[in-house]
């Protein structure tokens, strides 16, 4: 009966239903290093699951569209996937104009998918490296890789690297910088980390800005990458000494 009685209990807790509140109160979160313009990408974190899933909102900059445009993702922090997507409709400009308006029109969309990824709404923040969990101490940096020229355009590709004290360190993903004469990307570096409060697993948030579409103002752009803090890290030498 006792036993009957504790699963009931932790069926009722998964399955509660969300609330619309908890979404409202949910904030940007991403503070850019050294912007050089005034667009900026917003990121509102939803929450993460026991299964490796994150959710977030992104608000793009509105380069002189006239409208709110908006992202809704729920991303695989294995292998970085977006697993579901919902965006900007054209019909809505005029109509979704801030973010509540967003939520209103939106919240059982949002509410549905939600649920149905186990995410578990929560407000979180960009928090700086070192990460020291108490049994280890984690840093993330960007390594030039690969340089490649052709006749008007160089692309450099960076990995962004996580290294932990112990275990050594490891890629989870890359990014790249282009010139076309110019730069189209400046300030490019690691803004942070959010930490899944259910798994050892957390996001490496990195910004990037970028030249505006028709030249300045430029636009900070943020990225993010799924990272364990258990498994995938290689010893180099220096460790092995």
Known sequence: MRLLLFFMIVISISYQPISGDSLNKLENVIQYEK??????????????????????????????IGCYL?????????????????????????????????????????????????????????????????????????KKVKITKEKFRTKT???VIIKSEINGK???GFIKEEDVGFPLVYNLGVNGYIKSPVENRIVVVVEKEMRGYEGPPNVSKFRIYGASLNVGFKKTRKHLK
């Not at 709404?121 to 993330?140: H, Q, S, W």
């Open 35 to 64: 912007p050089k313009g005034e667009l900026k990408d917003l990121f509102y974190p939803v929450g993460f699951s026991n299964k490796s899933h994150f959710a977030y909102l992104k608000i793009p900059a509105d380069e002189a």
């Open 70 to 142: 908006w992202e809704f993702n729920i991303v695989n922090l294995i292998n970085d996937k977006v697993i579901y997507k919902e965006g900007f409709d054209h019909n809505d400009c005029g109509i979704v104009n801030s973010y509540l308006t967003l939520l209103k029109k939106n919240t059982d969309i949002f509410k549905y998918r939600i649920k149905k990824y186990g995410i578990n709404i929560r407000k979180m923040r960009i928090e700086k490296f070192p990460l020291n969990t108490g049994k280890d101490v984690f840093t993330a940096f960007l």
């Open 157 to 159: 590709v960076y990995s």
């Open 170 to 172: 490891k890629r989870v």
